[in-house]
């Protein structure tokens, strides 16, 4: 059973555009965390969220936990093709929950 | 960042043989071990997931005779795909983690891709 929801599923845009990706759960998560994976490897951890509320910032990509750490949001500014691949959120209890993904295809 | 070894990469087996698959912790001591499987365009399944030194268990409808789960140390852990079907067929990885509550990095391994045919 997913628990997490992930939207959209697919995303395919032209470089310089912002997206945002968004991952829905009814649960609540101690913790949430965002990964990024090319075919073939395993994921690879971009940011871990703690705290409701809490925002945080990496160059290009800014993530939010929700208040009552449910959801989380991705959001990337100006896209380079090099941000193209899997992005999975994965909440936190006792064991580590992966969402269903959106695969992001920048086009230069 | 921690490494999480995974062996093999990729391995193509008959229908019916046993197929291991390692995951070690080069430096770190992963006190819990978590075996997922990744069907192609889809995200990770959690199979289950395990503690050094006991039996780990098993997500819903993942049978635990077919994947055979073994966590003896806090720096390998195995899954054997026993009496492999086409249809198990995946792409596996294994993540370590040093302890729980995890709000601290889970490592992956590289993966291994599996193709029974």
């Known amino acids: 059973t997913q628990l997490l929801e992930q939207s959209p599923q697919f995303l395919s845009i032209q470089e310089g555009e912002n997206l945002t990706v968004y991952c829905n759960s009814s649960s609540v998560f101690s913790s949430l965390q965002w990964y990024r994976q090319e075919p073939g490897e395993g994921p690879v951890l971009l940011v871990t969220?703690?705290?409701?509320?809490e925002v945080k910032k990496l160059k290009r990509l800014t993530f939010q936990f929700g208040d009552a750490r449910k959801d989380s949001s991705l959001h990337i500014t100006a896209a380079q093709t090099g941000d193209t691949g899997l992005y999975l959120c994965a909440g936190n209890t006792d064991k580590l929950i992966f969402g269903t993904g959106t695969r992001l295809q920048v086009f230069p | 960042g921690a490494v999480v070894s995974q062996h093999p990469s990729w391995v193509i087996c008959k229908s019916g043989t046993s197929v291991k698959i390692e995951c070690r912790s080069l430096d770190f001591q992963a006190t819990t071990m978590f075996w997922y499987r990744q069907f192609p365009k889809q995200s990770l399944m959690l199979m289950a997931t395990?503690?050094?030194?006991?039996?780990?268990?098993?997500e819903q409808g993942v049978e635990k005779d077919k994947f055979l789960i073994n966590h003896a140390s806090l720096t390998l852990s195995t899954l054997t795909v026993t009496s492999a079907h086409p249809e198990d067929s995946s792409f596996y990885i294994c993540s370590g983690v040093n302890n729980l509550p995890m709000n601290t990095e889970a490592f992956f391994g590289q993966g291994t891709r599996l193709t029974v045919v």
């Open positions: 969220v703690v705290t409701g509320g």
């Open positions: 395990s503690n050094e030194g006991s039996k780990a268990t098993y």
